[in-house]
């Protein structure tokens, strides 16, 4: 995958992340606000506790840092954004996190 395929594929995940907050934001008991700036989607809840999602297109990898750590995402099979550490993939492990961050069960759909 070239740099400017990751880049696009990359933007496209941010993007259905920030829309999937502001799904929740109208469906669910939550109050999440997502802030996209260039490569950088910053959910920020409730709570005041913050999850930073961006690209990291030297590595063609989608990097989360939240409370419970720091994780790295690569796509595999062109279809899945797994964990580099073989951990969960991004959306379950996205799922996991915001449900935490905001007390809610929330699912993640990318």
């Keep these: 995958m070239t740099e400017t395929e990751f880049l696009a594929r990359a933007h496209a995940v941010l ?3 920030e829309r999937q907050v502001d799904d929740w934001n109208s469906t669910a008991d939550v109050d999440i606000e997502a802030s996209f700036s ?6 920020v809840f409730e709570n005041g506790e913050q999850v930073v999602i961006n690209s990291q297109a030297a590595m063609r990898e989608i990097w989360v840092a939240a409370r419970s750590g720091g994780f790295h995402y690569r796509l595999v099979d062109d279809k899945t954004w797994q964990d580099t550490r073989g951990g969960p993939n991004l959306e379950d492990a996205l799922s996991q996190i915001c449900s935490n961050a905001s007390g809610e069960a929330l699912t993640l759909k990318l």
Excluded: A, K, Q, Y
């Design 15 to 17: 993007e259905t992340i």
């Design 38 to 43: 260039g490569n950088v989607l910053t959910l």
